[in-house]
C-alpha cells in the first residue's frame, strides 16, 4: 500500500519557522494529491495546506501568508514550511496522501495518514 512518515516537528517560540517534511512510500503507481491537516486537543481536525499533481494549492484562512506547501514529486515527498508561528498553531500535523497503488489484483487507490507530529508554539 502507501505508508507516510512525517519528520521536522518541535518546540518552537512564537513568531518563529518549522518545516514539515512528509515522505510517502510502498507500492505507489502516481500519488493525486498531498497535503497537512492538523488536530488541536478538542478540536476536529482540519485542513492546513493540500497540493494536487497539477500543483494546485489550497490553503486554510488562517495560515495563507505564513505557512508554503511544496511537493518533490521525484521523492514523492511534500513540505510544509511554516513561519511567523503563532501558538494557535500548535497541534499534531497529519500528512495526507490521495494515491493509487499497486496491488496483486490491480491498481486500487487509497487514502493514506501518516502518524503525525506535535509542533507546538510558546508564546
Known amino acids: 500500500q502507501v505508508q507516510l512518515v512525517e519528520s521536522g516537528g518541535g518546540l518552537v517560540q512564537a513568531g518563529g519557522s518549522l518545516r514539515l517534511s512528509c515522505a510517502a512510500s510502498g507500492s505507489i503507481f502516481s500519488i493525486n494529491a498531498m497535503g497537512w491537516y492538523r488536530q488541536a486537543p478538542g478540536k476536529q481536525r482540519e485542513l492546513v495546506a493540500a497540493?494536487?499533481?497539477?500543483?494546485?494549492?489550497n490553503y486554510a484562512d488562517s495560515v495563507k501568508g505564513r505557512f508554503t506547501i511544496s511537493r518533490d514529486h521525484a521523492k514523492n515527498t511534500v513540505y510544509l514550511q511554516m513561519n511567523s508561528l503563532k501558538p494557535e498553531d500548535t497541534a499534531v500535523y497529519h500528512c495526507?496522501?490521495?494515491?493509487?497503488?499497486?496491488?496483486?489484483?490491480?491498481?486500487?487507490?487509497?487514502?493514506?495518514w501518516g502518524q503525525g507530529t506535535q509542533v507546538t508554539v510558546s508564546s
Open positions: 497540493i494536487t499533481s497539477g500543483g494546485s494549492i
Open positions: 495526507n496522501a490521495e494515491a493509487t497503488y499497486s496491488s496483486g489484483t490491480g491498481l486500487r487507490r487509497i487514502n493514506s
